[in-house]
T-cell receptor, first 112, second 115 residues
């Protein structure tokens, strides 16, 4: 069964706007990761945030983690048409090796 | 190679046949993971390896599925007596080790279609 739920399922914005995607999960985690997937391709790792961290930045990406609410958000600022893809959150757990459980994903469309 | 390599990229086979999917991880990565992606089920964990051992096989859907890894490198995922519900994209990933909090590097997957 899926651990994470993401919303929205789909998001359509104009270039230059910001995109925010949310992820909620059910059980205690060790870390949470965000991945991007372009159509027909594998997943590309974007950012990893550990359970004792609250916020991380990487370029135009900002991720927050609220373990009390069991939720995370991914913000993409100043979006570009090339950001069009599906975005997945994935949770990792203590004592389960590197196994990740993925959410259902958010399909982002950025219109030029 | 520079990234995770999977073969074949596409496989079409008849129901009841056996199939073998191959994954070549990034050199030096000791951990290797198999996932399955389908429209109905999303991305599902199948199994992971640390070296040649598989500490967690909990995601394998049935005993028709098996996987092995030899030499701490290449892994094969075998599906016996394929069924139509096995149609999906099978993704392989690798990471430096199976210690917690490691980013995973994915191949482009094998798209399996069962007729």
């Amino acid at each position: 069964s899926q651990q994470g739920e993401e919303d929205p399922q789909a998001l359509s914005i104009q270039e230059g706007e910001n995109a925010t995607m949310n992820c909620s999960y059910k059980t205690s985690i060790n870390n949470l990761q965000w991945y991007r997937q372009n159509s027909g391709r594998g997943l590309v790792h974007l950012i990893l945030i550990r359970s004792n961290e609250r916020e991380k930045h990487s370029g135009r990406l900002r991720v927050t983690l609220d373990t009390s609410k069991k939720s995370s958000s991914l913000l993409i600022t100043a979006s570009r048409a090339a950001d069009t893809a599906s975005y997945f959150c994935a949770t990792g757990f203590y004592n389960q090796g590197g196994k990740l459980i993925f959410g259902q994903g958010t399909e982002l469309s950025v219109k030029p | 190679g520079a990234g995770v390599s999977q073969s074949p990229s596409n496989k079409v086979t008849e129901k009841g046949k056996d199939v073998e999917l191959r994954c070549d991880p990034i050199s030096g990565h000791t951990a290797l993971y198999w996932y399955r992606q389908s429209l109905g089920q999303g991305l599902e964990f199948l199994i992971y390896f640390q070296g040649n051992s598989a500490p967690d096989k909990s995601g394998l859907p049935s005993d028709r599925f098996s996987a092995e890894r030899t030499g701490g490198s290449v892994s094969t995922l075998t599906i016996q007596r394929t069924q139509q519900e096995d149609s999906a994209v099978y993704l392989c990933a690798s990471s430096l080790d199976a210690g917690q909090a490691q980013p995973q590097h994915f191949g482009d997957g094998t798209r399996l279609s069962i007729l």
